[in-house]
């Protein structure tokens, strides 16, 4: 499969499961998916899951802008692909704004006002390591250890 019919291709999908979780008797008829009279239960209680297109590239900020509920570029805060995002939102007639900016926890938690003032509205918060911080969980209590870092994190 050529890499160009790899965006045609998740354009299509997204399309196809969109149809299966909001249509009461869902049918699509595409170049890569085709169905009628689907049956689909239980339908998600908003007959929708939000899709949040991840990817470090421009296909796929333009993809997260045209089709998708939110945007997780997987590495810093990159200014031009979150610009790519906004402005083909705005190119398909979608509010910029509805299309949710994710983040990974930055390594300087100063950035963090950054992030918030570039419209970023969740920052992963990684179980395994968190600003260079690493637990081993090998029982309850180590468990217990992560309860300061998340209190820590949650009052930023």
């Known amino acids: 499969m050529r890499s160009v019919n790899r ?4 354009d ?9 979780w909001s249509a009461d008797a869902p049918k699509f008829s595409g170049r890569y998916v085709t169905f009628m009279d689907a049956f689909m239960r239980p339908k998600p209680v908003n007959r929708s899951v939000p ?34 995002v906004r402005r083909a939102a705005r190119e ?24 918030a003032a570039a419209g970023v509205s969740r920052v992963l918060l ?11 969980v090998s029982g309850p209590e180590d468990l217990l250890g992560w309860r300061e870092t998340i209190e820590r994190y949650a009052s930023l």
Do not use: N
């Open 92 to 115: 398909a007639g979608r509010d910029p704004a509805a299309v949710e900016i994710t983040v990974s926890i930055p390594d300087d938690l100063a950035q963090l006002a950054d992030f």
């Open 51 to 84: 899709i949040i297109i991840g990817g470090h590239t421009e296909a796929a900020a333009r993809r997260a802008g045209r089709i998708g509920d939110g945007f997780f570029p997987g590495r810093g805060l990159p200014m031009d692909l979150i610009k790519i």
């Open 7 to 10: 965006g045609r291709r998740c």
């Open 126 to 136: 990684p179980v395994t390591s968190v600003a260079g911080l690493t637990r081993k």
């Open 12 to 20: 299509e999908y997204i399309a196809a499961m969109r149809e299966l």
